[in-house]
Nanobody, 115 residues
Framework: QVQLVESGGGLVQPGGSLRLSCAAS????????VAWYRQAPGKQRDQIAI???????NYAPYVTGRFTISRDNDKKTVYLQMNSLKPEDTAVYYC?????????WGQGTQVTVSS
């Protein structure tokens, strides 16, 4: 059974930083495109960062320059480094990995940006 286990969420003050991790198991992780999404209360789930298996990345405009997606294929882990956090970044963050018809999601981790 494939599992994606997220960690690293929490409460942080505006301007602070957090690093989210998402560890996968039982997949050929290096083949997969990895991505991070977020969903704020009452809003749809939006993709904020994506990285292909060959390392190409793309970001939503409102996180560009502040967030960085990266991966460690040996550890089967994808990361999201979040800097200069704003209250509007408050949301549940989800990792996603997909390849061909295979698509898996993490359980979500809460990020709250508040003073």
């Amino acid at each position: 059974q494939v599992q994606l286990v997220e960690s690293g969420g929490g409460l942080v003050q505006p301007g602070g930083s957090l690093r989210l991790s998402c560890a996968a198991s039982r997949i050929a992780f290096e083949l997969y495109t990895v991505a991070w999404y977020r969903q704020a209360p009452g809003k749809q789930r939006d993709q904020i960062a994506i990285q292909t298996s060959d390392g190409n990345t793309n970001y939503a405009p409102y996180v560009t320059g502040r967030f960085t997606i990266s991966r460690d294929n040996d550890k089967k882990t994808v990361y999201l480094q979040m800097n200069s956090l704003k209250p509007e970044d408050t949301a549940v963050y989800y990792c996603n990995v997909h390849w061909a018809s295979l698509d898996f999601w993490g359980q979500g981790t809460q990020v709250t940006v508040s003073s």
